[in-house]
Each structure stands twice: as structure tokens, then as C-alpha cells.
């Protein structure tokens, strides 16, 4: 059974850098949102260097799109995946991870970023199905996995970019 978690309240804030703040994440752009589930609070950034999905995430939390959802995918040690509206009224049996706005976003890959623990991406189908890699409107997954040190992170770096 997988389990699911509850997405009880999605908010957009804005955390702008100026010299009144001394904090280190005041000095990190772009826009965070806090996620607060039935499991805890997550507070999400979302990149400038991907304004497309960036922009598009903030639209549907203004429009409280995401309020009551479930992670009906969640992988230990891989990812949770949301944004199935389908999942807010779901009964129990009911396949979910189809759901969403009627569009998809075009594919903003952008090398600087790496895929590691605690990035939130969009989720999209696969290569055969998807060519063009678009993601999905709404649906989304927080990547769970391993750990990086720096040093680690150094030693995966070559090979991903080699493998792209």
C-alpha cells in the first residue's frame, strides 16, 4: 500500500534579498513556498534559471490548486510525487498520476542544476511517449535519495555530463 500524505496548505512568499537580512537563504534568489503536509513543513525554492515551471508552479498556489492533494507515489529513498488533482476526492483503489491541467510545460534542462536530494521537479513521461521531455501542468516530486557531500557530488559530476 502506498502511502500518502496530505498536502494541507500550499503559500507563495517571496524572500528578498536586502541588507537588513543576514540570514544565508535571504541571499539565495528566487521564490520559495512553504508546504506544510500532515508529515511536516517543506519549504520549497524554486530556480530563476527554469522560469517556465517556476512561473507556472506559482500561478496554480495562487489559485490554491494544490490544497488537499495527496503524494500518492512516494518510492523510500527515491521521490514523493504530487499534484494529481484527481487525488483530492479520490477513493481508495483508484489509479492516480494522470491527472492535471489540460498543458504541459516545455522542457527547461539547465546543467547547473543537479538532480539530488530535496530538489522538487516536474514529473513527465517518458521519452517514448514525451520527445520533447514537456513536463506535466501540475504534478511534481520531491526527490528523496542519497545524500551528497561535496566530494561526493564531485566525483557523479563528470559522469553526468558525459551521460547527457
Known amino acids: 500500500m502506498l502511502k500518502k500524505i496530505s498536502i494541507l496548505l500550499l503559500l507563495a512568499f517571496f524572500i528578498a534579498c536586502s541588507s537588513t537580512r543576514n540570514t544565508a537563504t535571504s541571499k539565495i534568489p528566487g521564490a520559495r513556498v512553504k508546504l506544510t503536509t500532515d508529515s511536516g513543513v517543506i519549504v520549497l525554492r524554486l530556480y530563476n534559471q527554469t522560469p517556465l515551471h517556476r512561473d507556472n508552479f506559482l500561478k496554480l498556489v495562487k489559485q490554491h490548486y494544490f490544497e ?6 512516494v518510492i523510500k529513498n527515491f521521490m514523493i510525487q504530487g499534484g494529481d488533482p484527481v487525488s483530492k476526492n479520490a477513493k481508495p483503489g483508484i489509479l492516480l498520476g494522470d491527472g492535471g491541467p489540460k498543458y504541459t510545460i516545455p522542457a527547461e534542462f539547465d546543467t547547473s ?5 530535496g530538489v522538487l521537479a516536474a514529473a513527465r513521461e517518458g521519452d517514448n511517449t514525451n520527445p520533447k521531455k514537456a513536463s506535466s501542468g501540475s504534478q511534481f516530486y ?7 557531500t561535496d566530494a561526493g557530488l564531485d566525483s557523479v559530476e563528470p559522469f553526468r555530463l558525459k551521460g547527457r
Open 68 to 73: 488537499s492533494l495527496l503524494f500518492p507515489r
Open 142 to 148: 520531491i526527490v528523496q535519495g542519497k545524500i551528497f
Open 113 to 117: 542544476l543537479f538532480h539530488k536530494k
